[in-house]
């Protein structure tokens, strides 16, 4: 079945300790992205990944870090997690960056 | 900033009913999506084009690229189509921008 997956889907943590949120496509899709979604705010994006080894920043990159080794695999790391970033995350993944995106289940991050 | 305006924010309807929800932006643009985000918070994309209409079972999208406006239409509404609609787009800049939703309850 093709899909997005995303791990942890829920996760609580504290102030200051590294987390690393996954994602992974089965599609041989070359375009990934992370989003945020807030309340009031909508979805906003990360960082996202043309194709492997090259990715840029989105909209809100800041105390985010991304990797692209592998084309199926997308990481988002927070090393140093703060309140702020507490949020519901979507990974997704398209042929290319105009085409249709396909989003994973979202991973809800509570930072305490 | 603010390349993306959706109207309206919330839309009520009774089963049956001829929904529109409009998106408008501010920049240049090579496509635009319209995404269903479901009260389980999953997303999934339903439209993507760049000129003209599209139809998808009760769902069309149209979109005018001068007038940088696009609309999705839902035909004989049901309560199932109750969810958040977004507009996004890919700006020349290879980044995503999305519209804050539309969240339309479709009462039986």
């Known amino acids: 079945e093709a899909q997005v997956t995303q791990n942890p889907r829920y996760l609580i943590t504290v102030t200051g300790k590294k987390l690393t949120v996954t994602c992974s496509q089965n599609?041989?899709?070359?375009?990934m992205s992370w989003y945020r979604q807030d309340p009031g705010l909508g979805l906003r994006q990360i960082y996202y990944?043309?194709?492997?080894?090259?990715?840029d920043k989105g909209d809100v990159p800041e105390g985010y870090k991304v990797s692209r080794k592998e084309k199926r695999n997308f990481p988002l790391i927070l090393e140093s997690p703060s309140p702020n970033q507490t949020s519901l995350y979507f990974c997704?993944?398209?042929?290319?960056?105009?085409?249709?995106?396909?989003f994973g289940p979202g991973t809800r991050l509570l930072v305490l | 900033k603010n390349e993306v305006e959706q109207s309206p924010q919330n839309l009520t309807a009774q089963e049956g009913e001829f929904i529109t929800i409009n998106c408008s932006y501010s920049?240049?643009?090579?496509?635009l999506h319209w995404l269903q985000q479901h009260p389980g918070g999953g997303i999934v994309s339903l439209f993507m084009?760049?000129?003209g209409k599209k139809k998808h079972g009760r769902l069309i999208a149209t979109i005018n690229i001068q007038e940088k406006h696009s609309s999705l239409h839902i035909t004989a509404s049901h309560p199932r189509d109750s969810a958040v609609y977004i507009c996004?787009?890919?700006?020349?800049?290879?980044?995503?921008?999305f519209g804050t939703g539309t969240s339309l309850t479709v009462i039986p």
């Open positions: 084009l760049s000129s």
């Open positions: 990944s043309m194709n492997v080894e090259v990715t």
């Open positions: 996004a787009f890919a700006h020349t800049g290879n980044q995503f921008y």
């Open positions: 599609m041989n899709h070359e375009y």
């Open positions: 997704a993944s398209s042929i290319r960056r105009e085409e249709t995106q396909y």
């Open positions: 920049v240049g643009i090579s496509a």
